[in-house]
């Protein structure tokens, strides 16, 4: 870790938290500081624990990180706070490693820093590690632990500001996150194999009949089961994309409405249109309202700005 935060591109996030400054900066600086809090919205640590600390000396902790059952990354760290920055700021040194020979990463440094502004506070990290296994561990890093961690951080970010802005816990922001995750993929799902199994693999009779009722060529039916397979795709492409749930929620009263002028004997079957859409609009709808409260690492700035190189 020889080069200096400047020279190094690392990991930069950084989130302006909204409120009376002096509030906001005292209430971050517990969020961050104190270990059974910040477990809590930190999504790149399952628990943290600090070490006794003799007086003068940094502060020493133990972190795990839980991926899966019987496996998790568990490290030793040691950091400063200082609050006594002349323009009100305050800001805490990091350093941390990991004797795990499977973990990939060996050891790194970095710093958060909290700038009081007009109207909040910027609260900031830049970090930077060194990998394990050579080229292999280089590659893997670049491919996937470095966006991952990068991310992460930024998600971890937002859940501290929604905690802080809104009161709104970590516990609950997970709950909204989950709720639209699980929304989004059920609907996509739904979407793609509607296209895909009755229109595109069996032509199904039923499909068929419905285009005729509605007086277009059965020979349009795989480009409705296309299309139908191009929106699911989107639902999962466009995941910052809130408004896509409005727009399944029109399609699915549209496709109610043609069915109910052009096909009616269909809103009596076992599984009928009527069941199947209001179902996909209500989740429309749920998945919506989660979006809104959910973390986002896009509210996170991912770039360090001039000032601050």
């Not at 870790?1 to 005292?26: C, F, H, K, Q, W």
């Not at 910040?38 to 133990?62: C, K, M, N, S, V």
């Given at each position: 870790?020889s080069?200096t ?14 409120g ?20 809590r ?18 502060q ?5 990180t839980?991926?899966?059952?019987g ?11 200082e ?32 700038v009081?502004v ?26 996937i ?5 990068g ?9 501290l ?22 929304a ?13 199994v009755?229109?595109?693999?069996f ?8 285009l ?8 349009v ?11 699911g ?6 995941w ?33 249109p ?5 179902l996909?609009?209500a989740?429309?709808a ?5 979006a ?7 509210r996170?700035?991912?770039r360090?700005?001039?000032e601050?190189?």
């Amino acid at each position: 870790m020889s080069r200096t935060p400047a020279e190094a591109p690392g990991i930069y996030v950084e989130r302006l938290i909204r409120g009376p400054a002096p509030a906001v900066l005292d209430e971050t600086w517990r969020l961050t500081q104190s270990p059974e809090v910040h477990q809590r919205w930190d999504l790149r640590f399952t628990t943290i624990a600090y070490l006794p600390r003799t007086a003068g000396e940094p502060q020493r902790f133990l972190y795990r990180t839980q991926f899966l059952p019987g496996l998790a990354i568990q490290g030793t760290g040691e950091s400063v706070g200082e609050r006594h920055g002349e323009d009100g700021s305050a800001s805490s040194a990091l350093k941390f490693a990991s004797a795990q020979w499977f973990s990939l990463i060996e050891e790194g440094s970095g710093y958060w820093r909290y700038v009081p502004v007009e109207g909040g506070l910027r609260f900031l990290t830049w970090y930077d590690y060194r990998v394990r296994f050579g080229l292999a561990g280089r590659l893997l890093n670049a491919a996937i632990l470095r966006p991952a961690m990068g991310w992460a951080t930024a998600w971890s970010f937002d859940r501290l500001a929604l905690w802080v802005e809104k009161g709104q816990s970590p516990e609950i922001s997970l709950a909204f996150a989950a709720i639209h995750a699980i929304a989004r993929a059920v609907i996509a799902f739904v979407w793609i194999w509607h296209g895909l199994v009755p229109k595109l693999i069996f032509h199904a009779a039923d499909e068929r009949r419905m285009l005729i009722e509605a007086g277009l060529p059965v020979a349009v039916l795989p480009w409705f089961g296309a299309a139908e397979i191009v929106f699911g795709v989107a639902m999962l492409a466009s995941w910052r994309f809130r408004s896509i749930f409005l727009l399944n929620v029109a399609l699915m009263a549209g496709a109610l409405l043609g069915v109910v002028l052009k096909s009616p004997e269909y809103l009596t079957a076992a599984f009928n249109p009527v069941t199947l859409n209001l179902l996909l609009a209500a989740l429309a709808a749920i998945g919506y309202l989660a979006a809104g409260r959910m973390p986002a690492a896009s509210r996170c700035l991912r770039r360090r700005p001039l000032e601050t190189a």
